[in-house]
Each structure stands twice: as C-alpha cells, then as structure tokens.
C-alpha cells in the first residue's frame, strides 16, 4: 500500500525566490553563544482546545513527569514539585520546580511554565461564527474535491517549503467522505435544533394554546425525539463501553497497532451507527412538520404519563441542544478564532493576543540568564491540541527573531524537543486554508517565510516528536511538514508515535495524558534521553 503522503510526480517549478540566509553566520554565531550557567532544562507547556483552568496543564505535565521518574526509578514516591511565583528579567511568572535523572545519571532541575491563552477568546466566539467556520472548510475541500474528479492537477496538494513548492500526494476521497459526513450531521443537529426551540417556545411561551404544532404533530415529533436515545447509547457505548470492555484482550494479545485493536474497531462501528442516526431523525421531523404527522402518531394515549414523557423528551433535547452549542463554541470555537484569523477581521485581533501572551512566557524563558550565562541549556516546548499550533508559531516567531537580531535566545539551538500531541497542524496546513495555492505563489513564499521550520532544517535541531491517535477526531499524523531532499541536507523530521492507550471512539482526544507514550517521551525530552527513530516513524514525507 502507498504512502499517501508521498510524491506522484515531481513538483512544478517556482519564480519566487528566497534571499539566501546567513545560516553559515548562525552556525558560527552560535560558538560565541554563552552556555547555560547549570544543568537545567525549562518546558514550556501550551494548553489546548476548552482548558479553560489556568495552570491545569502545567499540573497535569508536572504529574506525568513525576509518575514516570517514580516509574524508572523504582522509588516509593514521586518527585516533590516546588511552585512559586519568580522574575525573570521583567517578567513576573508562575513555575513549578522538580528534579529528575539526566540521561548520564546526574540530577538535572526541570522548570515548568504554562503560555495561558484561555481568557483571550472567551466570549469572542459565537455559534454562528463557529458553523461558518466548519460549514465554510467543509465545502471548500468538497469543491476542491470535484474539481480534482476532472483535473488532474487538483489531485495533490502543493506547499512553497524550503525554498520552493514541495508536492504532496493526499487521500482527497476519504477526506471528502469524511467532511460530507460531517456536514450533514451538522445541518442535521442545526434542522433538529430549530424545531425544539420552535416548539418549546410555542408550547411555553404561549401556555399550550398556540394552534402549531397541533397534538398529533406534537406526538409524532416526541415519537421521532425518542429515537436520539438508542443513537445516544451506541455512541456513549461505543466511545467508552465497548474499549473499555476489550482492551484488556487487546493488551494481552499484544497488538502494537492503534488502529487493529477490536475494542477501536468496534467502538468505532457503533459511533457510525449513532451518528448516521441523527440524519435520519432529523429527515422524519422535517417530513412530519411540513406534511403533518404520520399513523403511530394517533396510537399514542393522552394520559398524564404519556404527558410527563413528552415533556421529558422535549427537555432532554433541549438539554442536549445546549450542550452541543456549549461544546461547539468553547472547542471548536477556539480553532475558529485562531485559525481563521486571516479571513475573519474581527479574530485577527484574538490570534495577535494569543502570540503576544505566548511570546512573552517564551522570551522570559529563554532570554533567561544568570551573569551573562543562560539560564537553561534545554528548553522543551510541549503543546495539546490547539496548543500546538500555538507552541508551533511561537517557536517560528522566537526562531525569527533569532535571525534578525543576532541569536538573543538561540533558540534552535537550545530546544531539545517540539512536542506536539493531538495536534491539528496537518488541518492546517491542508484543511483550513486556501485549496488554490497556485494563484498566491507570492502570498504562499511568504507565509513560509515567518515559518524557519519549513524554510530550514538548520532551525529544526534538534527533536520534533508528535503523538497521535487514529482514534483522534482532532489530531493526526504530521505529514506536511517536511520535504525529500532539503537544501542542506537536514535530517531532523518530524517523528509521528502512534499511541496504543489512545483507543476510544471521540475522547482519544484527551487519552494521552493518561497513557504511558506521554509520560515517556516528556522524560526522555526533559533528561536528553530521547532517542529518535526507537519509537515512531521518522522519514521524508515529499519532494520537490
């Protein structure tokens, strides 16, 4: 089977050039670059997607480092953690304090700081601002789906990366199917939406003496709202149940791959089953608002049970409205605000606030010094979800200003690892963007250019190590990142780990904080101890 990120024929040519970089005066600046005063590595934790608990994040790497150490050590407890609130330089900020084994077997000091977004789009995003977002990307990728039914050149995906355009191969029908499916259960829930609010506030607003919707409609549509029960138990039992009952067989046959254990396999079919349910329910209310009711309607009896039912069922959808709106605006939301910044004026501002809060815990941390010696000679960036974007652009900003100013912060050179964990930059990459990037040759060089991770490998030292699940409804694989034959030969690809605890339907979302991957990697990255190629895959992924 081919590697559908892999290349079908070689990319076209480019007429925009790059200015030759002074990574030479780099390399050699970097020589006279101080070196850290101690032994001391800091992590740099960006929260994700709906973590709206500031320091959350923070505890939950501080507890997963600990629970790790204790784990390889073999000591009855953990690490004790430290917290208060320091200077560095200008910058008042919160860190918590542990000490770990470095990989030579020395104690090493590890300096937790959190970059919180959260406040920043609070309140900034609406429901219809999240729906346009979806609804707009949906049918974007289905357009550019079938206009690639007829060219052949809309078949791959083009991206101006390391100087010019790198060709991708992409799985354009599997991802129209997926996008289609996720449309129609959006304007399902919206078509299902609007006839609850309908009749709730007729029913309420008008104590029951409004002629719409009649009794026999209003039966029938309460008949049609229980069928969301069995759809709600499939998925609730597919993403936790059916998993949770098989992953002990799993564990025991000792089947490496997320994707083949039957508990995912299973959980995954009964979701289907539930979320193609919706479509249909909604179907039967549209039909029966606008042709009246059908025969089961007058089978059901008007007596004071029948009424407390009714109501129930009425509430409970309503109940299940609100929620899905809640959910929508405060996950969904964020990714709208931050990635649609560039078509929707008014999240411009939210995505300069979010690099402005990032940037500052970034300088802070490493523009750190003790003398004239930096303060720490590792710095790992670890983002979640929407975090990593957030980590992904901060770290292209500081290695930036690295390149305009000098090396303040050298920070290339100093991050030992990017660690990235249900993270969405392959959508934004390809998802969430333009699908004609042969008409903005311009516009495309130049949005690379305020991203030296995909200009150079000399900006990518060290690791980028991203965890994912097939079971992610969010994050993936990291495919898009990185080109066949770089100009200067570099060899620091992104390493994409498969997680194996990751295996529920929908919520392997947030199962990696619970998984041993995470733990791992979080100790290898803060010790030095990170061995790349041991356990992913680490390879080109396209070429010119």
């Known amino acids: 089977m081919s590697d559908p990120a892999a290349p079908h024929d070689p990319a076209r040519p480019t007429f925009v050039e790059l200015r030759p970089r002074p990574e030479a005066e780099l390399m050699a600046a970097r020589s006279a670059v101080p070196g850290a005063a101690r032994r001391a590595t800091a992590v740099i934790v960006v929260h994700g997607m709906g973590q709206q608990v500031p320091f959350e994040t923070l505890e939950m790497v501080a507890n997963a480092l600990r629970a790790e150490e204790e784990s390889r050590r073999a000591t009855a407890r953990g690490q004790h953690v430290t917290v208060d609130m320091v200077m560095l330089g200008d910058t008042r900020i919160a ?3 542990l000490r770990v ?7 090493r000091d590890v300096h937790l700081y959190e970059a919180y977004w959260a406040p920043v789009t609070e309140g900034r995003v609406s429901i219809r601002d999240t729906l346009r977002f979806l609804i707009g990307a949906g049918l974007t990728n289905l357009i550019a789906f079938v206009r690639g039914l007829f060219r052949v050149d809309e078949r791959t995906f083009d991206r101006w990366m390391f100087g010019r355009w790198v060709r991708f191969k992409i799985r354009r029908a599997r991802t129209a199917l997926e996008l289609a499916g996720v449309l129609l259960a959006l304007v399902s829930l919206i078509v299902i939406n609007a006839i609850v609010a309908a009749v709730m506030a007729s029913r309420t607003l008008t104590g029951g003496s409004a002629p719409w919707p009649g ?8 008949l049609d709202l229980v069928l969301l029960a069995p759809a709600a138990i499939a998925i609730v039992t597919g993403c936790m149940g059916v998993p949770n009952w098989l992953r002990p067989a799993a564990r025991a046959h000792r089947r490496p791959a997320v994707a083949a254990r039957p508990g995912s396999i299973a959980g995954w079919i009964l979701v289907s ?4 349910a919706i479509p249909l329910i909604a179907a039967f209310m549209l039909i029966h608002v606008v042709f009246g009711p059908g025969p089961l309607a007058s089978a059901a009896a008007l007596d004071t049970r029948w009424t407390l039912f009714a109501w129930g069922a009425w509430i409970a959808a309503f109940g299940v409205s609100l929620g899905a709106r809640w959910f929508l605006v405060e996950y969904v939301g964020d990714v709208a605000a931050y990635i649609s910044s560039h078509t929707v004026s008014k999240f411009w501002d939210v995505r300069h606030q979010i690099h402005e809060l990032s940037m500052e815990v970034a300088r802070a941390v490493y523009g750190a010094r003790v003398a004239r010696e930096h303060l720490y000679d590792r710095v790992v960036v670890a983002g979640h979800s929407l975090g990593s974007v957030v980590a992904y652009d901060m770290l292209n900003n500081l290695i930036l200003e690295d390149r305009l100013k000098g090396l303040p912060y050298d920070a290339a050179h100093r991050t030992e690892m990017l660690f990235t964990f249900g993270s969405p930059l392959e959508k934004t990459a390809y998802l969430f963007r333009t699908q004609r990037p042969h008409r903005a040759e311009v516009r495309e060089a130049l949005a690379a250019t305020v ?8 900006s990518r030292r060290r690791f980028w190590v991203n965890l994912f699940s097939p079971n992610d409804w969010t994050g993936g694989e990291l495919r898009f990142y990185d080109a066949e034959q770089p100009p200067e030969g570099g060899t620091w690809r992104v390493e994409n780990i498969p ?9 392997a979302h947030n199962q990696y904080w619970d998984g041993a991957a995470l733990r791992g990697i979080l100790l290898d990255g803060v010790s030095g101890a990170w061995q790349p190629g041991v356990h992913g895959r680490q390879g080109a992924r396209g070429e010119d």
């Open 273 to 276: 089953l539930g979320l193609a």
């Open 451 to 458: 991203q030296p991770m995909i200009q150079s490998y000399v």
């Open 95 to 97: 860190r918590a304090e």
């Open 215 to 222: 009794p026999g409609l209003f039966r029938q549509l309460t």
């Open 101 to 107: 084994q470095d990989h030579d077997g020395a104690p």
């Open 499 to 507: 997680d194996p605890d990751a295996d529920q339907p929908l919520l």
